[in-house]
């Protein structure tokens, strides 16, 4: 049995080396002769997984139909070591043997590193095994090193779905640090709710404790996906967004890749993404909610995958003088109260405008956090009346004074639900 496994695996491989450069032949036959993926799949303990041999890493894979069906493996790549990689996919061509792989093709990888790396020696990329020897793949392991043990990836996306579970989910990347703002974290996913959001996804690194609690709360409830980011376990992540000002190998904790991976994650599972950060809201001004905008926006805009949004400012420094929404009962609660913060900065016409997007993730192929890499629709800029984002955080413009700043109450509109769905989420996360 184990030689018929052995044979078939070296004919499969075969007819792939042909097609390869004869230095990389010998180096494929170690490969073959170090590790027979014939039982069952060393899968990853992280999502982060090191590729051998190199100091890159691969995060997840994805069979990507738009490109013939072939594999798409998001990986994070040091941009000054490029090496020849290889990818070895693999399936279970047997029906018998439930959980093996005893059928796999190698070939030479094909690296395509993102162009927009803020200057970080870590780049987000993609690693794509073209190879069409193995249709039918289910894993995939990408290595630099012949001799490595091998640990495979499962691969996603298997079939092209046209109906999907969630009309509209965000991706919210990368949360580190001791970052606590539970208050405004819990107000934000109500107000979502409200606005028709049905996912949450979020890249955890590590959080404080309230914000620990609001987590598993909503996860229990089932609006979220916590998906573990141990990036600080094999990069010194950067704690912000230009290489100068913050050094580290790798932007922001991996923030490019988190919404890349993401991308795909949800490509079959959800209609729309709204790739944003925790603490802004993409809403609507001018419809009740993301499905009426929507529907407006890309009847109006039919060949459209990719709908940028303006960011509005709302400094925390500035509070209603009402106090009408400062409960005493949320005052133990640690972090912002956006309710309170109705002072909105007025856009600076010579200043670079910061953007997020809602993107049909069908039609991308790669994004950056202000705008898309790739593409294969066209991109849309919504106007501020129609739709804008409220990002409550420090001012921008702190010199400006409450008569220079725009009356914005749009959240209150929203009272009467938001408010009960806020103070069960804090009481029954354990936070009150
Ligand atoms: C591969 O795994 C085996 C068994 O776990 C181990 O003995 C061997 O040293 C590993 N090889 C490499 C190159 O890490
Ligand atoms: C998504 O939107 C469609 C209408 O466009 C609706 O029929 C469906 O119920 C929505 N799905 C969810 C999960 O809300
Ligand atoms: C977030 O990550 C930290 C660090 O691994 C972990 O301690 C914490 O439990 C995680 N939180 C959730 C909700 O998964
Ligand atoms: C919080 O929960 C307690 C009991 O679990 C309940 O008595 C109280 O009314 C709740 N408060 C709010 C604001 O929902």
Request: with cysteine; aromatic share 10%; proline share 6%.
């Amino acid at each position: 049995m184990q030689r018929k496994l052995a044979l078939l695996i070296g004919i499969g491989a075969l007819t792939v080396l042909l097609m390869l450069r004869w230095d990389h032949v010998m180096t494929l036959v170690n490969l073959m002769s170090s590790k027979q993926p014939s039982a069952e799949p060393e899968l990853p303990p992280d999502t982060i997984t090191p590729i051998p041999g190199s100091r890159h890493l691969m995060v997840s894979a994805f069979k990507d139909h738009r490109l013939g069906g072939a594999i798409r493996v998001s990986s994070i790549i040091c941009r000054q070591e490029l090496q020849p990689l290889y990818c070895v996919l693999c399936a279970n061509t047997d029906a018998k043997a439930v959980g093996a792989l005893n059928q796999c093709a190698f070939s030479q990888a094909k690296v395509d590193v993102h162009s927009e790396s803020f200057g970080f020696p870590f780049v987000t990329s993609d690693v794509l095994c073209m190879s069409p020897a193995l249709q039918q793949a289910t894993h995939v392991s990408i290595t630099a090193n012949p001799y490595a043990n091998l640990t495979f990836l499962s691969i996603h996306n298997q079939e092209v779905k046209e109906s999907f579970r969630y009309n509209f989910t965000v991706c919210i990347s990368s949360l580190f640090g001791e970052y606590n703002n539970a208050l405004q974290f819990a107000q934000t996913m109500e107000m979502y709710k409200l606005i028709g959001v049905q996912r949450v996804v979020i890249y955890n690194t590590s959080c404080g404790p309230d914000i620990e609690k609001i987590l598993k709360y909503y996860r229990k409830e089932g609006m979220l996906e916590v998906v573990p980011w141990p990036i600080d376990k094999f990069l010194t992540p950067s704690t912000g967004w230009k290489y100068d000002l913050h050094p580290g190998d790798i932007h922001y904790y991996g923030q490019l890749t988190t919404l890349n991976e993401c991308i795909y994650r949800y490509m079959y599972q959800s209609k729309y993404l709204l790739l944003n950060d925790i603490d802004e809201i993409i809403m609507p001004y001018k419809h009740a909610n993301l499905e009426k905008l929507m529907g407006t926006l890309q009847q109006e805009h039919p060949n459209a995958g990719v709908f940028r949004f303006e960011n509005h400012l709302f400094p925390k420094t500035q509070f209603d003088d009402s106090g009408r929404f400062r409960l005493p009962r949320w005052r133990s609660v640690p972090g912002v109260n956006i309710l309170e913060h109705v002072y909105r900065e007025p856009s600076r016409k010579d200043v670079f405008k910061e953007w997020k997007l809602i993107i049909n993730p069908r039609s991308v192929e790669q994004t950056s956090v202000h705008s898309t890499l790739k593409q294969f629709g066209l991109v849309f800029k919504v106007p501020s009346d129609v739709c804008r984002i409220i990002h409550v955080r420090e001012p921008r413009q702190a010199q400006l004074s409450k008569d220079q700043l725009f009356v914005d109450k749009k959240l209150w509109e929203f009272e009467e639900l938001l408010i009960p769905s806020i103070d069960r989420a804090l009481n029954e996360s354990g936070v009150l």
